[in-house]
């Protein structure tokens, strides 16, 4: 009842700490200079190349009415007004997969309607966006965001894996239909060669090859930067932009077909140029919405109930996500008023018959993430600098310490005293600690090597990046020529890339793996770094907790196949947030379910199994569970040879001054 008690509370309260900073937020994106370039072109990508893709998955299922010109201009236009006028500008906004579910359903429910039909269904999803707008409008008046902290990491992960799921069965779909004619009548000439069954078949095989080309090639890109080969700035430029690199390498790869193979052939990205009348079109829709028939104006509230709550939980969680405790962020939240924003946004959308964007998932993080690394380099440089003099002045380690506090304050003058302290904590200790009784340095003590890792992350915290990367996917709109030159079955690749990238650090998907371990090979589990509740809950209730989210996921994957109440599937993630507090605790240990539920990913560092048993003989998996020839592989090269290890001369060395120190003098 307090929500109810204290309507726009949480609203004036987001505004009054945010206006407070308005103006910083400005300036501190302008002082970052060409420097800010870096992680907008980043996030530009990592936004856009998605926006791109489901723009043609949109397309394929509303029988061309919504294409790709759509999803970007949503993208731009709700960016921009988001970075200028939203609350965390650190949340990044664009189309989502749960949106082009909602659009498909909505679509395939009017088509079948004699008061819709494809003529109405744009307006119609008007009015779902009018009514989503009013119900976002009332939790953000009535402060519902205090009840962010249900949204725990269950409920979260489920939904996580849905869309995984559903970008994995997007991408088959997708290659299958490589081997079939177009579903959009209106891009098939049954008298082009491209549509004779043969070169339907090499379309198809050249798919295959395009989109696990396109995969594969993208998730070797990834972890660039702990290569062996290659400069540091090109793995880093590789681990950063490998991906839409990728796409443009395979795109580039499809034009060097023989001449004998027909246009059209690969099938590529078909989309209405945004100045055809075509796109035109939707920019009026307005007009037609009290052509929809008052039976439907007041149905399109069901779907709308939908809608809000799956936008208010998704746009929360990438807000909570992007300013996640770790990143030490200092402006204030505004969940409420982002609510807000966003209601208009939908609004705003509904009228002119685009998609509506939320914030999403994982560009939102990865937005704080860049930023971190920005702020980092300048604040690490300026601290190892100072450290490095005050070693030539054979400075004490208090000393030192004191000088890189002097220049952390300098750099970060927000800070008050007591967090300053508490931040550096980490710091001091690490220089303290590298100290003799004296207070003196080694002289083999490395500032960079030593204290690096220890320094605090700070973020540039302003709103010119956001807006700059939202102007770029506004540019895409007019670069549409250049996009439709992409092959469709990229575009497959990169859904599949998407489903198999997003798994990593998800515990759900961790514990699935753990499902199919078996109890003698579990000890492998812990030699490498692994998520705490491996070592801290019992194997069984990790098994059955597992089992349980599996069987839910089923039940939600399996509601998206439904044909009509299937625009219900965001009702099960709403129901197990009731689950988890209310049904959970009676069948899980409280500290069991806090672990398997933790708000943070806690990961501990591997431990060889030896030392395991020795702590725990319980856990099962020694040397003597190996067989003779799992031991021999690892004690012989692919040629046969058997390798000789012998101890390493740094090792020798140590080993032979250790020796001399405790010889007793004679």
């Not at 952390?408 to 550096?424: E, H």
Request: glycine content about 6%.
């Amino acid at each position: 009842m307090d929500l109810l008690r204290y309507p726009f509370r949480g609203v004036v309260n987001d505004v009054k700490g945010r206006a407070s900073c308005y103006k910083d937020d400005w300036v501190a994106g302008l002082r970052t200079g060409f420097r800010i370039l870096a992680p907008t072109m980043y996030i530009f990508f990592a936004s856009a190349l998605p926006v791109i893709a489901f723009g043609e998955q949109l397309s394929n299922e509303t029988n061309g009415i919504l294409s790709t010109v759509e999803t970007l201009a949503s993208t731009a236009i709700c960016g921009v007004i988001h970075s200028i006028l939203g609350g965390q500008p650190m949340m990044i906004v664009g189309v989502a997969e749960p949106t082009i579910i909602m659009y498909t359903y909505l679509y395939n429910f009017a088509k079948k309607q004699p008061g819709l039909g494809e003529r109405l269904y744009l307006a119609w999803a008007g009015w779902v966006c009018i009514w989503t707008a009013i119900m976002l409008f009332l939790l953000a008046t009535f402060n519902a965001s205090n009840v962010i902290s249900r949204f725990t990491r269950v409920a979260g992960e489920l939904f996580g894996m849905l869309i995984t799921v559903l970008f994995l069965q997007e991408a088959i779909k997708g290659i299958v239909s490589e081997f079939s004619m177009p579903k959009d009548a209106a891009i098939v000439d049954h008298s082009s060669p491209a549509y004779q069954f043969q070169w339907i078949y090499v379309n198809g095989l050249l798919g295959v090859i395009f989109s696990i080309g396109l995969l594969y090639t993208a998730l070797k890109t990834r972890p660039a930067r702990s290569w062996l080969y290659g400069i540091g700035w090109l793995r880093s430029f590789i681990a950063d932009y490998g991906v839409p690199l990728m796409v443009i390498v395979w795109t580039a790869f499809s034009y060097s077909l023989p001449s004998t193979v027909p246009s059209g052939v690969p099938r590529r990205l078909f989309s209405p140029l945004p100045w055809e009348s075509s796109s035109l079109k939707h920019w009026t829709v307005a007009k037609d919405l009290f052509s929809v028939p008052p039976t439907y104006i007041f149905a399109a509230i069901v779907p709308a109930l939908m809608v809000a709550g799956l936008y208010f939980f998704d746009h929360s969680v990438a807000s909570q996500l992007a300013q996640q405790k770790e990143f030490n962020l200092n402006k204030p939240s505004a969940y409420h008023y982002d609510i807000l924003v966003l209601g208009f946004t939908v609004l705003l959308c509904g009228l002119i018959g685009i998609p509506p964007s939320n914030g999403v998932l994982p560009q939102s993080p990865m937005h704080t993430k860049s930023l971190a690394i920005l702020r980092g380099q300048l604040l690490r440089k300026k601290m190892i600098q100072t450290a490095k003099e005050s070693m030539v002045n054979r400075a004490s380690s208090l000393e030192i310490y004191g000088k890189m506090q002097e220049v952390f304050i300098q750099m970060d003058s927000k800070q008050n005293a007591d967090s300053v302290d508490k931040d550096l904590k980490s710091l001091k200790d690490a220089v303290l600690r590298e100290g003799d009784e004296e207070g003196k340095l080694a002289g083999e003590f490395d500032p960079r090597k030593h204290i690096e890792a220890h320094l605090p992350v700070r973020v540039n915290e302003q709103r010119l990046s956001n807006l700059l990367q939202s102007l770029l996917v506004g540019g895409c709109v007019g670069a549409m020529p250049v996009i439709k030159m992409i092959p469709t079955s990229v575009l497959w690749g990169y859904f599949a890339y998407m489903a198999i990238d997003s798994l990593p650090g998800n515990q759900f998907w961790e514990r699935i793996q753990l499902l199919f371990i078996g109890a003698s090979r579990r000890y492998r589990v812990l030699e490498s770094p692994h998520a705490s509740f491996v070592e801290s809950v019992p194997s069984r209730t990790i098994s059955v907790f597992t089992i349980l989210q599996i069987v839910y996921l089923l039940i939600c994957f399996g509601t998206t196949w439904i044909p009509i109440a299937g625009i219900l599937f965001p009702l099960p993630f709403f129901l197990m947030i009731l689950i988890r507090q209310y049904l959970l605790p009676k069948f899980f240990v409280p500290s069991d379910l806090r672990e398997l539920d933790a708000a943070e990913y806690e990961e501990l560092e591997g431990v060889h199994h030896e030392h395991t048993l020795e702590e725990d003989g319980s856990i099962s998996g020694s040397c003597d569970s190996r067989n003779d020839a799992e031991i021999l592989d690892e004690l012989t090269t692919n040629r046969g040879e058997l390798k000789h290890r012998v101890v390493g001369h740094r090792e020798e060395r140590h080993l032979q001054a250790h020796s001399n120190a405790v010889q007793p003098s004679v």
